[in-house]
């Protein structure tokens, strides 16, 4: 067509003689929105063709509503200027006709809203899709009928009849692409409403194109008859042929329904046979009560747990069988079911049938009836009483061995690979002066010297790095002095073997040490006293024998000088020995 403008070939501006010719700025839009389709024809495209594509639909946008401009204002913008067409009767030449106008700032602002997200969502390109089908669609009656003013105005061009079928094409596209994004949306549904549309709208369309073809030739060309009744007929005929297509669409989606409402009745009564049969199966207790408290159903499974019959509980209150020092608790259990509270691991006593006690947790939710109202309740139940007895008998073991522990007078701490304590025995809250719960959570950092609390990290990585049991001596300062500490640690593994922690025993060995160096002391008086004996007795003279001895009291009593002197038969003192201690 541009070819046609270019070369001034009439045949490839109009379909025939005296039909209006297609603009060059029409047939610019087309190849434009043409292109703008291609970029957003996949359900996802990139935010680069979304770009370009929504510049481009809103470019043809501006074209249209610019050439609507030029009609309404009675301004010439310069936008028509291309090519020239002085054909006869065409007021405004190489103007785009107003339909044509119409339609393409309707198609790209349809575009425009497809490639352009934050526009989506207000839905206006389903708008645009009705004013660019609508237009279209008068433009076509006006063809088919020879309706002028629905295809042109009095002193301009109008649609030409290939512009009509570009129109068509595009549109057809557009919808073919994206139709949730269209009028047309629930033409592809799944549901009634999809089946309806696909259903009737073809048929009203198409008795209304064909009954007002024959009642044009029937008046223009035939003369069967007149326009009043020609218009009878044809009202009668689309009555009758649109009820009796509304009828058939009826019939149809009746037996549509019938069969899916028969399909549902199969699933149903399959999903009920699986419940049932899940039911009946499991080892949990599945029961309903009313909201009287009373069985109105228990699965088999009672038998197992209770020792009675399913028929034997049913009838019966809850409490009944539930023991005399827990009813009271069940009880307010149940109110808050019936207050519409679900209830969940509400852990209760129940009796069996032989008297003996079966420890029972329950998961309870209301049932409501139509208007919201609790008409009593479903309950499910676990028999926990091996569980139950386990964890008794697990809290017993560990209270007492926390008990051995807390009355160990050595130091016995756990802790966990960021060497925070998790567990200290009474000696430890003793050691630190704090209650158990100020040193749980905390670090050597936060309970020692920072040169103190690095050294004993050191030795934990050495633990939790090695797996190693490490025995080591360590000195600890205390508010009662330094303290010695003989300390096994030893790691602890999770069930996959894994170090997670670290255990400790430290014995305070203090004193122990201080007895072993008093006892080394003395036998080093006594080593010392027997040498200068042997001494005295192998007839060493007296001045050295004196000597060596203030050498011993030196070494022994840790003094830096002694003397030993003679008291003469006058009361003179004359010197016989002495010894100082030997310099740095």
């Given at each position: ?10 045949t490839?501006k109009?379909?025939?003689p005296g ?8 047939a ?7 292109i703008?389709?291609w ?8 935010r680069?063709r979304c770009?370009?594509?929504?510049a481009?639909?809103?470019a043809?946008?501006a074209l249209?509503?610019l050439?609507?401009?030029e009609y309404?204002f009675?301004v010439?913008?310069g ?6 067409d002085?054909?006869?009767?065409d007021?405004?030449?190489?103007r ?14 349809w575009l ?5 997200p934050e ?7 389903r708008?645009m ?7 279209v669609l ?12 629905l295809?042109r105005s009095?002193n301009v ?11 068509l094409?595009?549109c ?11 009028f047309?949306v ?5 549901g ?5 549309v696909?259903r009737?709208v ?5 008795l ?9 030739v029937g ?16 009202v009668a ?5 649109g009820?009796?297509?509304v009828?058939?669409?009826?019939r149809?989606l ?7 409402r ?6 149903l009564?399959?999903s009920e046979a699986?419940?049932?049969?899940i039911v009946e199966t499991?080892?949990?207790v599945?029961a309903?009560?009313s909201?009287?408290?009373?069985w109105?159903?228990?699965n088999?499974a ?11 509980m049913?009838g019966?209150?809850?409490?009944d069988?539930?023991?005399?020092e ?12 019936i207050?519409?509270?679900?209830v969940?691991g509400?852990?209760t006593v ?15 939710v209301?049932?409501?009836?139509e208007?919201?109202e609790v ?5 499910t ?19 007492r ?7 160990t007078p050595?130091l016995?701490?756990?802790k966990d690979?960021?060497g925070?304590?998790?567990f200290a ?5 003793e050691?630190f002066g704090?209650a158990r ?12 010297a ?17 797996g ?6 360590e000195?600890?300062p ?9 300390t096994v640690?030893?790691?602890?593994r999770d ?6 922690e670290?255990?400790?025993?430290a014995t305070?060995?203090?004193?122990l040490q201080?007895r072993q ?13 027997s040498a200068l004996?042997?001494t ?8 050295e024998?004196?000597g060596?001895?203030?050498?011993m009291?030196?070494e022994?009593?840790?003094v830096?000088e002694?003397?030993v002197d003679r008291?003469?038969?006058?009361g003179?003192?004359r010197?016989?020995g002495r010894?100082?201690r030997?310099g740095p």
């Amino acid at each position: 067509m541009l070819f046609g403008w270019v070369a001034d070939i009439g045949t490839f501006k109009r379909i025939a003689p005296g039909l209006p010719s297609m603009k060059a700025n029409t047939a610019i839009g087309f190849v434009v929105a043409g292109i703008a389709l291609w970029l957003v024809r996949d359900p996802e495209p990139t935010r680069r063709r979304c770009r370009i594509a929504a510049a481009l639909s809103f470019a043809v946008a501006a074209l249209g509503l610019l050439t609507l401009a030029e009609y309404v204002f009675h301004v010439d913008l310069g936008i028509d200027g291309l090519f020239e067409d002085t054909e006869v009767g065409d007021g405004f030449p190489g103007r785009t006709s107003p339909h044509s106008a119409l339609a393409l700032a309707a198609v790209g602002l349809w575009l425009g809203t497809i490639a352009t997200p934050e526009i989506r969502r207000f839905a206006p390109g389903r708008t645009m899709s009705v004013v660019a089908s609508l237009v279209v669609l008068l433009a076509g009656i006006g063809y088919l009928y020879d309706v002028d003013y629905l295809r042109r105005s009095s002193n301009v061009n109008g649609m030409g009849l290939h512009t009509l079928f570009a129109f068509l094409v595009l549109c057809a596209g557009i919808i073919a692409a994206r139709p949730q994004e269209s009028f047309l949306v629930g033409i592809t549904s799944d549901g009634p409403g999809g089946q309806v549309v696909r259903r009737l709208v073809p048929g009203f369309v198409g008795l209304g194109i064909v009954f007002g073809i024959l009642r044009a030739v029937g008046k223009r060309t035939l003369d069967v008859y007149g326009t009043r009744s020609g218009t009878g007929l044809v009202v009668a005929s689309i009555v009758v042929v649109g009820v009796a297509v509304v009828l058939v669409t009826a019939r149809q989606l009746d037996r549509v329904d019938d069969e899916r409402r028969r399909l549902q009745r199969d699933l149903l009564r399959r999903s009920e046979a699986r419940l049932e049969a899940i039911v009946e199966t499991t080892s949990d207790v599945i029961a309903t009560l009313s909201r009287e408290g009373v069985w109105t159903y228990v699965n088999p499974a009672v038998r197992d747990i209770y020792g009675y019959e399913p028929e034997e509980m049913v009838g019966r209150r809850f409490a009944d069988f539930t023991h005399p020092e827990r009813v009271g608790a069940a009880i307010d259990a149940f109110d808050r079911i019936i207050g519409g509270e679900a209830v969940r691991g509400h852990e209760t006593v129940h009796r069996r049938k032989d008297g003996s006690a079966v420890v029972m947790s329950f998961n309870t939710v209301p049932v409501r009836d139509e208007r919201g109202e609790v008409t009593g309740l479903i309950a499910t139940g676990a028999d926990i009483t091996e569980r139950w007895l386990a964890t008794a008998r697990a809290r017993a073991a560990h209270e007492r061995l926390e008990a051995v522990l807390d009355r160990t007078p050595a130091l016995v701490f756990i802790k966990d690979r960021d060497g925070r304590y998790t567990f200290a025995n009474r000696a430890v809250e003793e050691f630190f002066g704090l209650a158990r719960d100020k040193i749980v959570g905390r670090a050597d950092t936060e309970l020692f010297a920072p040169e103190i609390a690095s050294r004993l990290r050191q030795t934990d990585r050495d633990v939790l790095d090695g797996g190693e049991t490490v025995r080591l001596e360590e000195h600890v300062p205390h508010r009662l002095g330094l303290r010695a500490y003989l300390t096994v640690k030893f790691p602890l593994r999770d069930a996959e073997g894994r170090i997670v922690e670290l255990c400790a025993v430290a014995t305070d060995i203090t004193e122990l040490q201080q007895r072993q160096d008093e006892l080394t002391r003395r036998r080093d008086e006594q080593a010392a006293i027997s040498a200068l004996g042997a001494t005295a007795l192998a007839g060493v003279a007296v001045d050295e024998l004196a000597g060596r001895a203030a050498q011993m009291v030196v070494e022994l009593l840790d003094v830096d000088e002694c003397r030993v002197d003679r008291l003469d038969a006058d009361g003179a003192q004359r010197p016989l020995g002495r010894a100082n201690r030997p310099g740095p």
